[in-house]
């Protein structure tokens, strides 16, 4: 998934100890009590909230954090220790022995490939030298002839990576790979693993637009997650709940500039080269946030028709697109969960 801003409505009033003072030798009461952690990875802001027990959460915070730098190491394509790096470094003939988890996330991609018939594709990275969205940022738009020269460098069916091997090789010098699309989701749910096994029940974690939050508060209410206004982010479309799934968005309003009245902007359509342009947001409700991360993308490219069409056909899964006129569309299953905000 990509980064993209939203309103995160997790109300987070504390619980204040109260009471009568008890003697050292009772036992005390456990509160739950909100604990938040803030910090940096794969390019974007991480929050962590926790309805818990504050001993549990501080360490269970760290090790998530631990976790994403770890990914990020591994996955990025900035670094040497990114194997989409040594990827792009391989020489004709070679092939690269992926880490387990590189396997995980490149066997995901290939399906959501496959499922949305291209518009999902971790070999849009060989566009990079055309478009600068992120920290090497500038308003460059490249001519068709100069889109004309990456382009069938473009597809999947560059890439030959053999399961059993666990080796990913390529039929030309010029196919990258970036994870961009899909990572961060997958390193949401490795974190919510963790904040489990400390046994943490009621909790959020956000990676820029991705998320995921489970258990109820205190007050007994949910977490909930507010759909942006792609053109006015900081007013919200609707509200959706969240309790053991995952929320999130792709928009063409994170990393844009518009010219001539055009916006363009860092998700790109690997069939045509150039900024998808058939949705302003997607975004993706589902039990797990790899999975959302990888279809929100799908979608935007895909377009409201087909998005829509690829949402209902993958189980438990619901969006709200805004396509490019504005027009908002919502699928079957998020019909009676989305609470629209009333027009002003």
Not at 3 to 17: E, H, N, Y
Not at 48 to 53: G, I, N, Q, T, V
Not at 240 to 262: E, I, Q, W
Not at 317 to 327: M, N
């Amino acid at each position: 998934m990509t980064p993209a801003r939203l309103r995160i409505l997790a109300f987070t009033g504390l619980l204040q100890a109260c009471g009568t003072e008890k003697a050292p030798a009772e036992r005390q009461e456990v509160r739950e009590v909100l604990s938040e952690h803030r910090g940096h990875a794969m390019g974007t802001l991480l929050l962590f909230r926790a309805y818990d027990p504050r001993a549990k959460t501080g360490q269970a915070f760290a090790e998530a954090e631990a976790e994403f730098q770890r990914l990020d190491a591994l996955l990025t394509t900035w670094k040497p220790s990114g194997e989409p790096w040594q990827f792009a470094r391989l020489r004709p003939g070679e092939s690269l022995l992926l880490h387990q988890e590189t396997r995980e996330v490149l066997e995901a991609s290939l399906s959501w490939n496959r499922r949305s018939e291209g518009a999902f594709d971790v070999t849009f990275a060989t566009l990079s030298p055309l478009w600068k969205f992120d920290e090497d940022r500038n308003f460059h738009i490249p001519t068709k002839d100069e889109i004309g020269g990456f382009l069938p460098a473009v597809g999947a069916g560059h890439l030959t990576y053999d399961r059993v091997a666990g080796t990913l090789a390529r039929d030309d010098r010029r196919p990258q790979l970036s994870f961009g699309g899909i990572a961060k989701g997958y390193a949401v749910d490795r974190a919510a693993a963790i904040f489990a096994s400390f046994g943490l029940k009621t909790f959020l974690i956000q990676a820029g637009g991705d998320l995921y939050a489970t258990g109820e508060k205190p007050d007994g209410s949910p977490f909930s997650a507010a759909v942006a206004d792609p053109r006015n982010p900081e007013r919200t479309l609707g509200q959706l709940p969240l309790n053991k799934h995952a929320f999130s968005t792709a928009g063409d309003y994170a990393r844009s500039f518009v010219r001539d009245g055009r916006r363009y902007h860092h998700i790109l359509d690997p069939r045509t080269g150039s900024p998808a342009n058939a949705c302003q947001s997607v975004t993706v409700w589902t039990e797990t946030a790899f999975e959302a991360d990888g279809l929100d993308d799908a979608v935007f490219v895909l377009g409201p028709e087909k998005g829509l069409a690829l949402v209902e056909a993958t189980p438990g899964a619901g969006a709200v697109i805004v396509d490019a006129a504005g027009a908002i569309h919502v699928s079957e299953r998020l019909r009676g969960l989305l609470t629209l905000t009333p027009a002003r």
